[in-house]
């Protein structure tokens, strides 16, 4: 019975930031990776950010390191996606997924669950 709930998606215009949120419950996540992944209109679900639950070790996409930070709050059980220095190539549905292991994975297959999507549009 995990569950991902995400939240902050929103209209933003390029430049600007944003704060994602991914709300996890069901168990618990000390041996988890937590990801974030993104889903364009006619394109892949791609990799954006990981985190590891216990250590906060985190990994980026090229196309967002320096501009992205993925953290958690393990009081809240809460993982952030923080995104500085919006571009319009940035528009997509953002997924909070999880995976059982600490071992970082960047393709979408290795996650077992997966939030609702919270929509992101920049406008140029």
């Known amino acids: 019975q995990v569950q991902l709930v995400e939240s902050g998606g929103g209209l933003v215009q390029a430049g600007g930031s944003l704060r994602l949120s991914c709300a996890a419950s069901?168990?618990?996540?000390?041996?988890?990776?937590m990801g974030w992944f993104r889903q364009a209109p006619g394109k892949e679900r791609e990799f954006v950010a990981a985190i590891s639950w216990r250590s906060g070790y985190t990994y980026y996409a090229d196309s967002v390191k320096g501009r992205f930070t993925i953290s958690r709050d393990n009081a809240k059980n809460t993982v952030y996606l923080r995104m500085n220095s919006l571009k319009p190539e940035d528009t997509a549905v953002y997924y909070c997924?999880?995976?059982?292991?600490?071992?970082?994975?960047?393709?979408?297959?290795?996650?077992?669950?997966w939030g609702q999507g919270t929509q992101v549009t920049v406008s140029s």
């Open positions: 069901g168990r618990t996540f000390s041996g988890y990776t």
């Open positions: 997924a999880a995976r059982g292991t600490l071992v970082i994975d960047t393709t979408p297959r290795g996650y077992d669950y």
